[in-house]
């Protein structure tokens, strides 16, 4: 069975500071995707990354960074100097590669504030 | 479209009435997906669309809950006889389908569902 689990169930910090979102899965697929969505208080998830099993290269997007290893089976996602506009749920999720198709197991979220 | 379309935004309901959710996917989008956001247990996958076929349904919660696409293109989930538990919002989702390559699935607002 696949789960993932996204321990911090809401954290707070003030503009500017860097924050770390954990996500830790699993998984008995030897391939698979690893997801991180967006959803702020207008309620759409936004996809932000997908990545395979294959790939173990560290990612970064702007101010948006992200930490996949293998070995503990964590795909974590750093903001730097974060935003008020950052102040959403994020959640990781998980899918099988081989299936053809994408049905996606979501963690938790982890609610995030951003104050001024 | 732009994007998934669902709609009602919201939809509130006596117990015991029946409800159909409409979901629009992005143009070219063959494959469909169904969620469902409740507090209790987060988000949870319904049922999967490639063209017209439903080839996973298995998350659909009882048989009190059916969902059928037409065209390829608009799906309809409906609930029948409606229980309070059944409260949520509910999420679609479309992506390109080709073969072993899993795109990104993209999200609709969410149809807010209340049961009174």
């Known amino acids: 069975a696949q789960k993932v689990t996204q321990a911090q169930t809401e954290i707070s910090v003030v503009e500017k500071e860097d924050v770390t979102l954990d996500c830790v899965y699993e998984t008995r697929d030897t391939t698979y995707y690893l997801f991180w969505y967006k959803q702020p208080p207008s309620g759409e998830l936004v996809f932000l990354i997908r990545r395979n099993s294959f790939d173990e290269q560290n990612e970064i997007s702007g101010r948006y960074s992200w930490n996949f290893q293998k070995s503990t089976s964590s795909f974590n996602f750093t903001i730097t100097a974060s935003q008020v506009v950052d102040s959403a749920v994020y959640f990781c999720?998980?899918?099988?590669?081989?299936?053809?198709?994408?049905?996606?197991?979501f963690g938790t979220g982890t609610r995030l504030l951003v104050s001024p | 479209g732009a994007g998934v379309s669902q709609s009602p935004s919201n939809k509130v309901t006596e117990k015991g009435k029946d409800v159909e959710l409409r979901c629009d996917p992005i143009s070219g989008h063959t494959a469909l997906y169904w969620y469902r956001q409740s507090l209790g247990q987060g988000l949870e996958f319904l049922i999967y669309?490639?063209?017209?076929?439903?080839?996973?349904k298995s998350g659909l919660p009882s048989d009190r809950f059916s969902a059928e696409r037409t065209g390829g293109s608009v799906s309809t989930l409906t609930i029948q006889r409606t229980q309070q538990e059944d409260s949520a919002v509910y999420l679609c989702?479309?992506?390109?389908?080709?073969?072993?390559?899993?795109?990104?699935?993209?999200f609709g607002d969410g149809t807010r569902l209340s049961i009174l």
């Open positions: 669309f490639q063209g017209n076929s439903a080839p996973d």
């Open positions: 989702a479309s992506s390109l389908y080709s073969g072993n390559s899993n795109q990104p699935q993209h």
């Open positions: 999720a998980l899918s099988h590669m081989n299936t053809g198709f994408q049905k996606l197991v």
